[in-house]
């Protein structure tokens, strides 16, 4: 029989879970059994919302604010988690951002906030991660892994993107940083992946599906003519914590509906 609690006993840090894919991997990873620490910046209302849902499951759940391209507010975050649920099990790397421009219009500080949040953000997190999860030891009674880390990626890690350089710029760096950290941390057994959704009805693309029109559009980029919403990502974000996944290291796994795959040529070319 399937294990309906396989994160129980865990810890996980959500970044930007206040709204879209972070709230609804928080909500999924409480649901199988984790206690969460929340991460907001601006919606502290979103953050408690999703906490009040966890507990309300039966877990326990805290709100954090920090900016995760803040390497002291990052550092106090872990400390705090520490200090209220004893250590660190999950990281889920998710915060991020877009600042979209023409390239030639493209301002410095456009850039630097997308690379700082997007890319700065998950070293700083990560590297506090296996920090604690290597102070802390192994936990074999509660998972075969030292710990895990899930780099929220996109489909933008491989597919190029106009007038989003710095976001795509951003989530190629993702891919890297999250299999030299996973080839680096392996032989300590701990578990690093990316997950690369393609469209997902949340706040950072609202214009992408607000109206009937833009849904259309959208469409045409998903060959299983489907936009994904956040629960998706959170149902894979609970299997790729678990130890049904211990096998599966330095991934990235594509959930777009098939975005991926040249939807141009799909009607033959
Ligand atoms: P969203 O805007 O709802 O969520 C992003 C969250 O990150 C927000 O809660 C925001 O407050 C938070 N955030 C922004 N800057 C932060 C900072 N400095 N520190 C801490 N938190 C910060 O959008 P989303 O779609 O849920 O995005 C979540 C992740 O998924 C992002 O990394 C995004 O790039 C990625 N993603 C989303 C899609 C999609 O179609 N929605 C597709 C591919 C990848």
Request: charged fraction near 20%; include cysteine.
């Amino acid at each position: 029989m399937q294990n309906s609690r396989p994160l129980a006993n865990q810890t996980a840090i959500v970044t930007g879970a206040s709204s879209g894919i972070g709230k609804a991997c928080a909500i999924a990873l409480g649901a199988a059994g984790a206690n969460v620490v929340l991460d907001f910046v601006g919606d502290a209302a979103g953050a408690e919302e999703a906490a009040a849902q966890i507990r309300l499951a039966g877990r326990q759940a805290i709100t954090v604010l920090c900016d995760v391209s803040q390497e002291d507010q990052v550092v106090a975050m872990f400390q705090k988690t520490v200090a209220t649920f004893g250590t660190v099990d999950i990281l889920i790397n998710n915060a991020g951002l877009q600042k979209d421009s023409p390239f030639v219009d493209m301002t410095v500080a456009q850039w630097d906030l997308v690379l700082n949040v997007n890319l700065k953000g998950q070293f700083l997190c990560a590297r506090e991660a296996i920090r604690e999860f290597i102070r802390r030891g192994s936990r074999p009674d509660v998972s075969v892994a030292l710990g895990k880390i899930i780099c929220m990626s996109s489909v933008h890690e491989i597919i190029p993107w106009a007038g989003h350089a710095n976001y795509a710029a951003s989530k190629g760096g993702v891919d890297l940083l999250m299999k030299s950290i996973a080839q680096e941390h392996g032989h300590l057994k701990i578990r690093v992946n990316s997950i690369a959704p393609g469209a997902i009805k949340t706040p950072i693309n609202h214009d992408a599906w607000a109206t009937p029109t833009a849904e259309q559009n959208l469409l045409k980029l998903i060959p299983y003519k489907r936009i994904g919403v956040p629960e998706d990502i959170g149902k894979l974000a609970v299997f790729l914590c678990s130890d049904d996944s211990d096998y599966i290291h330095g991934e990235t796994i594509f959930i777009d509906g098939g975005m991926a795959l040249y939807p141009g040529f799909e009607d033959n070319g």
